[in-house]
């Protein structure tokens, strides 16, 4: 995205298509009705605070690790964060995320995967430094991104949480990414701000594949790019690191509901849900243990979106990377509320439906 984009768009956080399109839409003063593809969305931050809020405590038998501290602790953030959006017709909307405490089971720890790779460009250096994947090829990975004339990032993002690279400008760098083989996968990036500066930045990668059958099979790599030149000599230039061969992935657990499958583990969930068609979006997405606490991923109702990736696959299956472990022993069932919209005329009909899995 072009800074003159970002500057002139709204300001702050990333997060997922359907999000992208209930705040743009809404400043727009037109409903959410669909859902593709996770993108960057940069919305107008009216209030941001960080906030005390109860996480549904799951006990474990723990792990030390750096790894697990940075990359689903909170980055520096509390326990959770709060934003509120206003749309054009003057209605405010709030929206809050939580954020895990970087406590992970004992089993997860052989899932630690060292990758320790770099590469260097246009005046950065991004360092990676480790990495968990699951089989659903969903993950984090926890880098450092430095330039001794400063990282030029989007300070109104990185208050929350958010890196956001400005990618055009001089000195700059477009905010760094992650393939499988050749293939790209949907990454959001997030700025750990107790451990980071105006020179080095410290954060972790989310991502998920964007075919797991296909991508598993496959090293991963890394890579930073940017653009030289003006007008019709304008070309993108990119550099990746080293291919990094993935050792383990950790395990999923397979849950049911009739013939519809759910596949989880402690850093996502995928769903397989066929002909759903175009009009239906994901409404509610809820964890539930058997201690009867409940992890909520995703509640549009209360704006609770306490993912960092979601987004549908063409073959129907739809993927969320969660701002908390999920511990997959403990789960009973995962409850996923769907809307689909249909319209005749000017006549919308809004039909919710519930799967329950378990």
């Not at 958010?162 to 990036?189: H, S």
């Not at 496959?218 to 030149?229: D, F, K, L, V, Y």
């Not at 996502?268 to 409940?294: C, F, M, N, R, W």
């Amino acid at each position: 995205m072009k800074s003159n984009q970002i500057k002139q768009a709204f300001e702050s956080i990333q997060a997922d298509s359907d999000l992208a399109d209930r705040v743009l839409n809404t400043a727009a003063g037109e409903p959410l009705h669909r859902k593709g593809h996770a993108k960057p969305l940069y919305v107008a931050v009216v209030g941001c605070l960080v906030g005390v809020l109860a996480t549904g405590g799951v006990a474990y038998a723990v792990v030390n690790s750096g790894y697990f501290a940075s990359a689903w602790g909170n980055h520096g953030n509390g326990d959770s964060i709060t934003w509120t959006n206003g749309g054009s017709s003057g209605t405010q909307y709030t929206y809050s995320r939580e954020f895990g405490d970087g406590i992970a089971p004992q089993s997860l720890e052989g899932a630690i995967q060292e990758v320790n790779l770099s590469v260097e460009g246009n005046g950065y250096t991004l360092d990676i430094h480790e990495m968990a994947i699951d089989q659903n090829g969903c993950g984090a990975v926890t880098f450092t991104l430095s330039n001794p004339n400063g990282v030029n990032y989007y300070k109104p993002a990185a208050e929350i949480g958010e890196l956001v690279l400005y990618g055009e400008e001089e000195q700059g760098i477009g905010t760094p990414d992650m393939n499988f083989g050749k293939d790209w996968a949907d990454t959001r990036c997030t700025i750990d701000k107790d451990t980071s500066s105006d020179t080095v930045i410290n954060g972790t990668m989310y991502f998920a594949s964007m075919d797991r059958e296909r991508d598993l099979r496959h090293a991963i790599t890394w890579n930073i790019s940017w653009t030289e030149g003006e007008g019709e000599d304008t070309k993108v230039i990119e550099v990746s690191t080293p291919e990094f061969n993935v050792g383990a992935h950790v395990d999923t657990k397979e849950l049911r509901s009739d013939d519809s499958p759910l596949e989880i583990s402690p850093f996502s969930i995928q769903t397989h849900i066929d002909d759903l068609g175009y009009e239906a979006v994901d409404h509610k997405l809820i964890v539930s243990y058997k201690d009867g606490s409940e992890q909520v991923i995703k509640d549009d109702d209360a704006g609770a979106y306490n993912f960092y990736v979601s987004y549908a696959r063409n073959s129907g299956e739809n993927i969320w990377v969660p701002t908390k472990l999920i511990d997959v022993d403990q789960v009973v069932s995962v409850t996923l509320e769907i809307v689909r919209y249909t319209s005749t005329g000017e006549t919308e009909t809004k039909e919710p439906f519930t799967i329950v899995y378990s």
